[in-house]
């Protein structure tokens, strides 16, 4: 079967290293308020532990550190500053540009809120190496919620219809979303998922592995 050229990518901890961000982030935010070194670890482990919900998160640190700001302002300030903690790795623009000048359309889906997620993006730059980016936010609708797919293939020109990938980090919402929306999926193992089944064509460990399974279908 001939999979059209249609490339799919998450942006956090796919196309951007939101775990090394977050660490940073984490460190600024316990030298702010004075706390301990051990405040940055139990921050990273809430992380890992799986609140994607930064409201579910926001109030665990309030409680932790007995804060009188609010879980809104903190979420607040933290959505205004990662975006400038981003960073886009050269190469990985080099590989969207050389996906696309092998005819492929190229696609950011990211769940997430809109500001958040928009000023990564342009900050970063990776949506000048695209030909559409979707947000969650933005659509009212998360991955892995097929029509979040379905709306990127749209703004590539395309339909799913004629299949394509998603290459992403996250086993639900990126390797199972992208196949209940008929893709075929290339997973970022970043050593979080230990002991979770999965059916993704590929396994990887860093995204230039994925590009590079991708310009191979040409």
């Known amino acids: 079967m001939i999979v059209q050229r249609l490339a799919l990518f998450d942006l956090d901890n796919t196309l951007v290293n939101l775990d090394e961000v977050f660490q940073a982030w984490a460190a600024e935010f316990a030298d702010g308020y004075g706390l301990e070194r051990a405040a ?109 797919f379905k709306v990127a293939a749209r703004r590539c020109g395309v339909t799913l219809e004629g299949g394509g990938w998603m290459v992403g980090d996250h086993l639900v919402a990126d390797i199972g979303g992208g196949q209940a929306a008929g893709l075929r999926t290339i997973w970022i193992d970043r050593g979080t998922w230990g002991g979770h089944d999965h059916s993704a064509d590929h396994v990887v460990t860093d995204l230039l592995q994925a590009m590079e399974i991708l310009l191979s279908e040409r």
């Open 40 to 148: 940055v670890d139990w921050l990273i482990a809430l992380d890992q532990a799986g609140y994607p919900h930064r409201e579910v998160f926001f109030a665990k640190v309030v409680e932790r550190f007995a804060l009188t700001e609010s879980v809104e302002e903190l979420w607040g300030r933290y959505r205004k500053r990662m975006p400038y903690l981003v960073h886009c790795r050269p190469d990985v623009m080099d590989g969207l540009a050389r996906l696309r000048a092998f005819g492929w359309k190229v696609a950011i889906v990211t769940n997430g809120t809109a500001d958040n997620q928009l000023g990564k993006i342009q900050r970063t730059r990776p949506a000048e190496a695209a030909d559409a980016c979707v947000f969650s936010g933005l659509e009212g609708i998360r991955k892995p919620d097929t029509g979040l």
